[in-house]
């Protein structure tokens, strides 16, 4: 084919990949074909911009054919090496030029068909679509930890996201223009995004096995992505170690008063030796606690203050 992109899309679709040859083409097999469904239903154009996070596989040279294929709506970004899915998702804001973008995860756990319920609901005006997994296909332990990180995150942060695992989300251009103008090295778009929605809305979509591989975030990486999400938006858990450190250095000034006035009633105590073992090890341990919480922060700081890129882009395969 020798059609150009289109020049001004009503929906750009931005997918991130990572080591995703052996789904890339059932994803292709049933992405444009939903999208071509939409187009024609809705009677808008559309693009769709492919990051490869410096994947090790072939994904980068599937995409590459894709491209010729499809060169009226595809564009695949190429990063140098591993940036990270945010950052990923960064880079495609950067090159999406519709009026609405919606990012979605390359594994197939979010069918592509539901991308034609966000943007219904992006026409009628909601700026930001969050997305709630129906009948999510995880295992117990995912589901457990996310539900609890959930709570986490809107009881510290006030950000109100019932499934923050969900990559499939909408966002108006709007939106996308102002998460760009936040020049953070680590950010969870969806949070940071949800902060500048006059309008949101959440849906149900469907929710499908992993077509093949398995997932990339492993729990570190879960933990820390966590960590971002809470350190990034709030220094509430600053202030609830602050106060913590308040009330047990109160509780340990009460029990050096109870154990001295002992010491002179009743006289010495050596069985309590282990009682003041395990209090010390207790308070050793809310300080190491403490000071990594710190060094998250002071983390970010220092990741700032570099102003290194945050990623670095190889090359961009389209047809102009």
């Known amino acids: ?139 117990f332990f995912r589901k457990f930890a996310s539900r609890a990180m959930n709570r986490l995150r809107e009881n510290i942060t006030r950000i109100t996201m019932t499934d923050q695992g969900c990559m499939l989300r909408g966002y108006s251009r709007r939106i996308v223009d102002l998460v760009r103008q936040c020049d953070e090295s680590n950010t969870f778009i969806p949070a940071l995004a949800y902060t500048f929605s006059a309008n949101p809305v959440e849906i149900f979509v469907k929710h499908e096995e992993r077509f093949a591989g398995e997932s990339k975030y492993t729990l570190y990486q879960l933990i820390r992505l966590n960590f971002d999400l809470v350190t ?41 030796v282990f009682t003041l073992f395990a209090l010390t090890f207790f308070l050793i341990g809310v300080m190491l606690f403490g000071l990594g919480l710190l060094g998250e922060y002071i983390g970010r700081i220092y990741q700032q203050i570099r102003k290194r890129p945050r990623y670095v882009v190889q090359t961009v395969l389209e047809k102009k």
């Open 1 to 139: 084919m020798t059609a150009n992109l289109v020049a001004n899309p009503t929906l750009s679709i931005v997918i991130p990949v990572y080591n995703e040859e052996d789904g890339l083409q059932a994803l292709f097999d049933r992405l444009y074909p939903a999208l071509d469904t939409l187009a024609a239903k809705r009677k808008i154009n559309y693009e769709i911009i492919f990051v490869n996070d410096g994947s090790k596989d072939r994904s980068a040279g599937i995409l590459s054919k894709q491209v010729e294929l499809r060169p009226d709506v595809t564009r695949a970004v190429l990063f140098h090496s591993n940036f990270g899915q945010h950052m990923a998702i960064m880079a495609g804001f950067e090159y999406a030029k519709g009026e609405y973008i919606i990012t979605l995860d390359a594994d197939l756990q979010n069918p592509p068909e539901e991308i034609d319920a966000l943007t219904e609901q992006l026409l009628k005006g909601h700026d930001y679509v969050g997305t709630i997994r129906a009948d999510r296909q995880d295992s």
């Open 232 to 272: 990034g938006f709030s220094i509430m858990p600053l202030q609830i170690f602050s106060i913590l450190g308040m009330l047990l250095s109160l509780a340990a000034g009460s029990l050096f008063a109870y154990l001295l006035v002992r010491r002179f009633v009743l006289g010495a105590e050596v069985e309590g």
